[in-house]
């Protein structure tokens, strides 16, 4: 257990980080839009272990929230954060308030083609954009040398890929595996809003998840597993944005004569008023 130092500008930040580089230090780094849980902490202690000293960023960042999402009442609590983060051996939180990422006049944008047009960018535009901007922004503040990311939001892990190559970032882009509670769903600061029954219904994300991948192992046709997966949602009354089968890096279905690429089974689904994505990878049938 050690003390974090919290710092909030983006200056001071940084030369921290190039000071410690210089004496030879390797950096890692977790963003974060806190209310912190074991799938965050699994990304700290990765980067504890492959790292001298990790960094975590907590930055709600409105520019990825469309105007009727849920910007406004995302689960917020530094203290609670700072303790985990404590506990987790965390160096620095780099923790900026949003005049600082975003100062007054702030016209400046990052626009990603590819990765970040299906699926989430075609149901939350500006979304990746948001991302993007704000992971630019912060990797400039915290020139670390790896940055953790979960691969829950596995589609946000390909958008940064590809900004990374395209711009040419110095920087190693780590994805790490899905936190799962003891019930199958998938650790999100956004479970904190279910009710209890809602989190039940919930079970089925992961458990449609699952038989998917089994079904995909003994030879399945593709859209039969997709359309086992939306009726098992269905039945407990879980709202389906997708639930498709595609590559897992350009996101493109999959049809059954290319079904020995990599594939990966992604989900976004409304249980109530919360969205919840998730996804498994499927093996390579070669
Ligand atoms: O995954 C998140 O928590 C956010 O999208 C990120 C990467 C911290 C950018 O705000």
Redesign the pocket.
Known sequence: MSTPLVIRDRNTMRNLILTNQTMGRRIGFV???GSLHAGHTSLVDRAMAECDDVVTSI?V?PS?FGPQEDFERYPRDFDADFNLLAQHDVRWIFAPDVHEMYPPGDSTRIEISGPAEPYEGQLRPGHFSG?AT??FRLLQSTPANTVY?GAK?WQ?VLVVRQMVRDLGLDVEVMTCPIVRDKDGLALSSRNAYLSESERTRAQTIYAALQQAEENWCRGLAIDKIELKVRDMLSAREIRIDYADIVHDESLRKISEVSRNTPAIFLIACHVGSTRLIDNILLPSQT
């Open positions: 963003p974060t839009m930055f960042n990825q991302v704000i992971v990311f939001d946000q």
